[in-house]
């Protein structure tokens, strides 16, 4: 059974960091791309970041420079290491796990950032 549960959310002033986890259930983890998606209230949930199984990472423009991901398959769990925060990342965050046609999802953490 796949299953992801995030932590690490919770309240903090821009420009402060934060560190999400994304742990996983199984020894399935090591086969999975792991994404980190984040949803603003009224916005549609938007793609962060991704890192592939074999540990290539990819981040979107608009976190660029500021958020990093890693995993350890050991803990099997992903790390999204969030620094410089604003505003606008305010969000639920959501992590994912993707293996060819298979997607699973976390029930979210919450991230406020105050001004």
């Known amino acids: 059974q796949v299953q992801l549960v995030e932590s690490g959310g919770g309240l903090v002033q821009a420009g402060g960091s934060l560190r999400l986890s994304c742990a996983a259930s199984g020894s399935w983890f090591i086969r999975y791309t792991i994404y980190w998606h984040r949803q603003a209230p009224g916005n549609e949930r938007e793609w962060v970041v991704v890192?592939?199984?074999?540990?290539?990472?990819n981040v979107a423009d608009s976190v660029k420079g500021r958020f990093t991901i890693s995993r350890d398959n050991a803990e099997r769990t992903v790390y999204l290491h969030m620094n410089s925060l604003k505003p606008e990342d305010t969000g639920v965050y959501y992590c994912?796990?993707?293996?060819?046609?298979?997607?699973?999802w976390g029930q979210g953490t919450l991230v406020t950032v105050s001004s």
């Open positions: 994912s796990a993707k293996f060819l046609d298979s997607q699973h």
């Open positions: 890192i592939s199984a074999g540990g290539t990472p």
